[in-house]
């Protein structure tokens, strides 16, 4: 009786079993499970505008660096994160990538430019240095690649253990690249057996170069448009047999240039990810901003490209990963993401920092040199809304070696005006040594002195487009220094002139913001056709920042770099005292009254 009530209770249980395992409708065939593909990942990593950047060090203020939000700078930090991440993924793939701005931005970069030479020295570049201790895969070349002129650029690249990247940079003679377009990178996946993925990897630098630079490139190069340039090289690689295309692109994603329409557009990332197929990733730079991850969608395809912008001078460091699979011999993206990770959160890597120590100290020796004594304390805090004797300073030598220059020439009986932007915000010259670094803070970019001749009409064209820095604000509304100019405006795109007087009404709108224009020292108006020699930087003079009138033929141009000149003057004068350059001669005023 027992044994048939177990045998009972075991057909029960296999009937249940056989019950649970049917079909629910009588003659239909049992689904399958199906077959999740089998998938891999790749991790990229990307750096951009470290300009200069290597240990995190203030050469201006002789310390470490810190602001208001505690960043750290320099490629020793971001090698630190790279490596760690290499680490976490042994075994798996792992590319670096750089989208430009590398070899200018710092004393540590100027002076191996320009005081020892790396075409003269044959001395390594610190940059070149660092990052080859970083193993990147590829960087682009930034317009700021191009400020030392063709042979530095050339000399770096051949010092880079890596290939630099630049298609849209086009010989002026051949019309063909001038530098390697693109690289496809064939990398292993992981894993015994893993399969192989080709990683196509484009470059494209910023058209702005032919203004920036025309000095440098005139004649020899010509930079063609980088949306046009991607959809001509992407298919390319493509046929080529890129598995996944990454562009690392030199230009931001507003869509917008701060010249004119006569060039390419300046900032086009999200239009190249809109209008050009067969994209995965853009890492870009330029604008300095961080964009963790922004997705784009292709207007072709509906793919979503992946976008992301590691802000600056080794801030950050982009993180992008891509889950991929292959079927039937092909691969596909499954998902893809990206983030943004900061260096402060890390130590500096040693074998940069050991890389670099000896140029950084003579950098460092360099920039502590005195140069002249200062009567009294002098600050940019205020030049951007005051009119201050540190941005005179600059103003006055500016004039003097371009009157210097023409005199008993054609122009030698024409007033010589100047022109002068509030570059930093921190530039003080202490009461007492003047240091090489004090100068460098006030005028941190290289670049050369100009000069041409602008009428009358001209210079107020010129300062009614200078002065929509300022935001609108009615006589009797509170004033705020801090909100006072428009964040859409840069500092560096905002030009105080000396040798004339004026007012700029700040409840006027723009356009009619100049209320008071008068010869230096008089209450005689400007006239419309009176002649004035401008001097003026050669950023400005080729067009940077899209002001009117001042793209003209030099009357002045012998090269000279307007920081040196500022040093070389304070050498010889051996003392910066205001009483012998400053003039006040503009303010902001609204209804004809001061307002500071």
Do not use: C
């Not at 630079?213 to 949306?227: I, S, T």
């Not at 000396?498 to 009619?512: K, L, M, N, Q, T």
């Not at 050669?538 to 009138?549: I, L, V």
Request: glycine share 8%.
């Amino acid at each position: 009786m027992t044994s048939s009530s177990g045998a009972s209770r075991r057909q029960v249980l296999a009937v249940a079993a056989a019950a649970a395992t049917a079909p629910l409708l009588a003659g239909a065939p049992a689904e399958a499970k199906p077959k999740q593909p089998k998938t891999w990942d790749l991790t990229i990593l990307g750096t951009s505008d470290t300009h200069g950047n290597v240990y995190n060090w203030d050469y201006y203020k002789d310390a470490e660096f810190d602001d208001s939000k505690h960043n750290d700078v320099g490629v020793a930090k971001l090698a630190t994160l790279v490596n760690q991440i290499r680490a976490e993924r042994k075994g798996k793939a792992t590319l670096v990538l750089d989208a430009g701005d590398t070899i200018q931005g710092t004393p540590l970069a100027t002076y191996y430019a320009k005081q020892e030479p790396i075409t003269t020295t044959g001395e390594t570049h610190p940059m070149a240095r660092a990052m080859n201790i970083l193993r990147y895969d590829a960087v682009t070349l930034g317009n700021h690649e191009f400020n030392y002129g063709l042979p530095l650029l050339a000399t770096w690249i051949e010092q880079l253990g890596f290939p630099a990247l630049a298609a849209n940079a086009l010989n002026a003679k051949t019309g063909k690249p001038a530098f390697l377009p693109y690289v496809i990178k064939e990398v292993k996946l992981g894993g015994h057996g893993a399969p192989k993925l080709r990683v196509g990897i484009l470059g494209l630098t910023n058209p702005g170069v032919a203004i920036w630079d025309k000095g440098n490139v005139e004649g020899r190069l010509v930079f063609a448009d980088m949306v046009a340039t991607a959809a001509k090289w992407v298919p390319e690689m493509r046929r080529r047999g890129a598995d996944l295309v990454v562009i690392s692109a030199h230009g931001g994603d507003s869509g917008t240039s701060s010249y004119g329409p006569e060039l390419p557009n300046e900032n086009p990332t999200a239009l190249i990810a809109e209008q050009v197929p067969g994209i995965d990733a853009i890492l870009f730079g330029h604008a300095h901003n961080e964009v963790p991850e922004k997705f784009v969608t292709n207007l072709t395809t509906g793919e979503r490209v992946l976008t992301s912008e590691p802000s600056k001078w080794g801030q950050r460091l982009t993180r992008m990963d891509f889950t991929l699979a292959r079927e039937k011999g092909r691969w596909t993206v499954t998902a893809k993401s990206a983030t943004t990770l900061n260096t402060n959160t890390v130590a500096e890597d040693p074998a940069v920092l050991a890389a670099v120590r000896g140029q950084h100290a003579t950098t460092v020796e360099y920039v502590n040199r005195v140069v002249a004594q200062s009567s009294m304390e002098l600050s940019a805090a205020e030049s951007r809304y005051k009119d201050t004797p540190i941005l005179d300073f600059i103003n006055h030598v500016q004039t003097e070696v371009v009157t210097e220059a023409l005199a008993g020439g054609e122009y030698a009986g024409l007033p010589v005006l100047s022109i002068a932007a509030p570059f930093s915000r921190t530039a003080v010259f202490p009461q007492g040594d003047v240091r090489i670094r004090d100068v460098a803070g006030l005028y941190v970019y290289d670049n050369t002195l100009e000069a041409v001749v602008l009428t009358g009409a001209e210079v107020k064209a010129y300062l009614e487009y200078s002065a929509k820095y300022f935001v609108t604000l009615p006589a009797g509304a509170p004033v705020n220094p801090e909100t006072i100019s428009d964040p859409a405006v840069p500092d560096y795109n905002y030009d105080v002139f000396s040798g004339i007087d004026y007012d700029i009404d700040i409840a006027e709108p723009v356009g009619r913001r100049i209320t008071r224009l008068v010869l230096a020292g008089t209450d005689t108006p400007v006239a419309a056709d009176a002649r004035f020699v401008v001097a003026v930087n050669n950023y400005r003079r080729s067009g940077g920042g899209n002001f009117p009138g001042i793209v003209k033929t030099q009357v002045y141009n012998a090269q000279q770099e307007i920081r040196q000149l500022l040093i070389d003057w304070a050498q010889a004068k051996g003392v910066i005292d205001p009483a012998d350059f400053f003039v006040p001669n503009w303010k902001l005023v609204r209804e004809g009254v001061p307002v500071f």
